[in-house]
C-alpha cells in the first residue's frame, strides 16, 4: 500500500530525532577528539621540537602521524559501515556514534597540530581550535535557520554539491604532490562555501522529503558540521606568511 504522506507533527518528530542524534554524534566526536589529545600523552615516546620547547606527541596522534592512510580509511570505514546500517533498528545508533567517535579519534592530529601553532603564536588566530568552533556553529546555525524560515528548496544544489566534492578530491590529491601551503588554504577557503552548501542542500532535503531516516540524516549533518570545522581550522591555524 502508497504509505501517507507525514503531516507536520510528524515531520517536527521527525526534525527533532534527526537534530537530537546529530547533536549526540558531536557530543561522542568531541569525546574521541579528547582522548586522543590526552590520553596517555605523559607516557609517549614520541616528541618534536617546537622552537626552545620539546613537545610530546600523545600516542594516538602519533599512530595517526605515522600512518596517515591509516588515518582517512578508518574513520572513513566507520562511517561507512553506520551508512550501510542506518536502516537496521538499535545496531544503527551504535554504529552512528560508534563511527562519530573514531571520527573524534581521528581528528587528533588537526587539532595537534592547531594547538602547537597557537601556543607558538605562528597561527592567525590565538586560539584556532575555539574561534573555529565558534565560526561553525554560527555558519551551521545561520544556513539552517536561513532553511528553516524561508523553507527554500535548495535541491537544485544537488548537482554542484557532488561535482564539487569530486573537485575537493582531486585537488586534495593534487596538492599531496604538490606540497603548497597557499594552494591548501585555496581549498580550505573553496571547501568552507562548498559544505556550507552542503548545509544548505540537506537541511532542505530533511524538510521536503518523506523522510524516515533519521539516523541518515543526523550522519550528513554531521560529516557537514565536521568538515566545514576542519576547513576552517585549516584557514585560522596557518602560518601569517601562508
Given amino acids: ?6 503531516t507536520p507533527r510528524e515531520k517536527l518528530a521527525f526534525l527533532q530525532k534527526v537534530y537530537g542524534l546529530f547533536t549526540a554524534s558531536l557530543a561522542t566526536a568531541a569525546l574521541g577528539a579528547i582522548l586522543a589529545l590526552y590520553a596517555g600523552a605523559g607516557a609517549s615516546q614520541m616528541a618534536l621540537q617546537a622552537g626552545s620547547e620539546t613537545v610530546t606527541i600523545p600516542p594516538l596522534v602519533a599512530f595517526f602521524v605515522r600512518h596517515p592512510f591509516l588515518g582517512f580509511l578508518i ?6 559501515a553506520a551508512s550501510y546500517l542506518r536502516y ?4 544503527n545508533l551504535v554504529a552512528l556514534f560508534g563511527a562519530t567517535f573514531i571520527s573524534g579519534i581521528s581528528l587528533g592530529p588537526a587539532l595537534f597540530w592547531a594547538q602547537l601553532m597557537a601556543t607558538s603564536g605562528a597561527s592567525l588566530s590565538a586560539s584556532p581550535i575555539r574561534d573555529a568552533f565558534l565560526l561553525t556553529v554560527a555558519g551551521f546555525g545561520g544556513l539552517t535557520g ?5 523553507k527554500r528548496d ?3 544544489l544537488g548537482g554542484f554539491v557532488s561535482i564539487g566534492l569530486f573537485v575537493l578530491i582531486g ?6 604532490f604538490i606540497g603548497s601551503a597557499a594552494f591548501s588554504l585555496a581549498i580550505a577557503s573553496v571547501c568552507v562555501i562548498l559544505f556550507g552548501a552542503f548545509v544548505l542542500y540537506d537541511t532542505s532535503r ?10 541518515g540524516g543526523a550522519l550528513a549533518l554531521y560529516l557537514n558540521f565536521v568538515n566545514l570545522f576542519l576547513f ?3 584557514i585560522l591555524a596557518s602560518g601569517r606568511r601562508d
Fill in 206 to 215: 530533511l524538510l521536503r522529503e518523506d523522510n524516515r531516516d533519521p539516523v
Fill in 154 to 156: 535548495f535541491s537544485f
Fill in 75 to 80: 574513520p572513513f570505514g566507520a562511517i561507512m
Fill in 1 to 6: 500500500t502508497e504509505r501517507l504522506a507525514e
Fill in 88 to 91: 537496521k533498528p538499535g545496531i
Fill in 171 to 176: 585537488a586534495t590529491l593534487l596538492n599531496l
Fill in 146 to 150: 536561513y532553511v528553516f524560515v524561508t
Fill in 232 to 234: 576552517l581550522l585549516r
